[in-house]
Every structure is written in C-alpha cells, then in structure tokens.
C-alpha cells in the first residue's frame, strides 16, 4: 500500500482574492511561511520517501520546507500544477464573479473550459494519472504531493467517487494535508484537508 501525503501550498497575498494560474512571481507570505514550517513539523516525524511538487514557486518553496527534515530533494513535476485557467488568470474573483462564463465553470465543472485553459476534467485526468505513475514507483512507501487547491479537490472527488460537479462542497485548505492510500485492491481516503496532527498509527 502506498501513502500519498496530498498538501495544498501555504498561504500567499492572492489566496482567497485572485486567480494566480500559472503567472510566475507569486511567493508564499509570512502567514504562508509559519504555516508551512509548521505543517513541515506535523509531517517530520512520518516516514517520507519522496516529495513531488508543482513547478510554481509557492509549491516549491513549500515543498523544499517539507522536504529538509527527511533529507531529500522535492522534485518539481509539470503536471502536478495548478489549473491552467487562460483568460482568467492574474483577475480578481470580485471581476470575474461578473463573467457569465466563470458562472458556467463554477455551475458545470465538468463541462466548462476555461477560456483559453484547461477543464477541470483535464486537470483532474493530469493529476490522477500521475499519482497512478508514482503509486508504481513507490509500492508500500510515503510520498508528499505538493500543488494547488483545485488540482487537490479534483483528486479528492475522484477516489471518492464524488462528480466534478459538486467539489467546491469540500475544501482544501492552505498548507493542509489530506491522505490516499493507493493499493491492489483499491483506494482509501483517510482525511481531508486535516491541519492537526496525523496520527502515525494510519501507516
């Protein structure tokens, strides 16, 4: 059976404000270092063999944080970042709330591109075909997954068998973990979004 750490990036000035995409330039803030050194803490105790990462500065910068207690080197993959949102990234939610079409993505995830961007069914697709990957890369070990907020609830559904739909009905916050279990006979999720601590008796 393999773990999959599934951590969202720390905090950042545009969380919660703006779409940040894939536009270079957006660092975690000092809320997001305290909180990334303090979820570092939660997970040096558990056994880690690897830490993946989305290639965008605030992932990495939380994964490296990750990272040093284990002595290893996080390792950026391509698609493991964010949702290519096109037209809509670097705007304000406030701006975009008045956009018909971001009202049809957030009403029809599974059916909406975003203009210019990906669907979330394509980010979903990416995600899970690269957790399948490195599930055969590391039977019966721990790695750390470090990306973004919709990429992480797209993976969420999935192995819950929840529709792309209805995921904004869950959250996943800032430097939060939430666990998979991947193995022959299945997958399991043990939490979702947990900011406590991760019992070890779970392995």
């Keep these: ?25 957006w660092h975690l803030n000092a809320k997001g270092r305290a909180e990334v050194k303090a979820l570092a803490e939660r997970l040096r105790g558990l056994p880690v063999r690897a830490v993946y990462t989305s290639p965008l500065e605030r992932a990495v910068e939380t ?23 096109g037209e809509w990234e670097g705007k304000i939610l406030a701006e975009l709330d008045g956009r ?70 869950f959250e996943i916050l800032t430097a939060s973990v939430s666990v998979l279990q991947l193995a022959d006979w299945g997958a399991r999720i043990l939490c979702v979004s947990n900011k406590s601590e991760i019992p070890l008796e779970v392995y």
Excluded: C
Excluded at 2 to 12: D, N, Q, Y
Excluded at 15 to 22: A, C, D, R, Y
């Design 1 to 25: 059976m393999t773990t999959f750490l599934l951590v969202r990036h720390g905090e950042t000035d545009a969380v919660g404000k703006s779409i940040m995409g894939w536009k270079p330039g």
């Design 63 to 85: 994964a490296v944080e990750i990272a040093r207690p284990h002595a290893i080197e996080p390792q950026p993959v391509q698609k493991l970042g964010e949702f290519h949102a």
């Design 100 to 169: 018909d079409d971001w009202r049809r993505f957030n009403q029809f995830r599974s059916g909406t591109r975003a203009p210019g961007g990906e669907t979330m069914l394509e980010t979903q697709m990416r995600m899970i075909r690269q957790l399948e990957g490195l599930w055969t890369r590391h039977r019966d070990e721990t790695a750390v997954i470090v990306s973004h907020g919709d990429p992480l609830r797209a993976v969420v559904a999935y192995y819950l068998g929840i529709p792309l739909d209805l995921m904004l009905r």
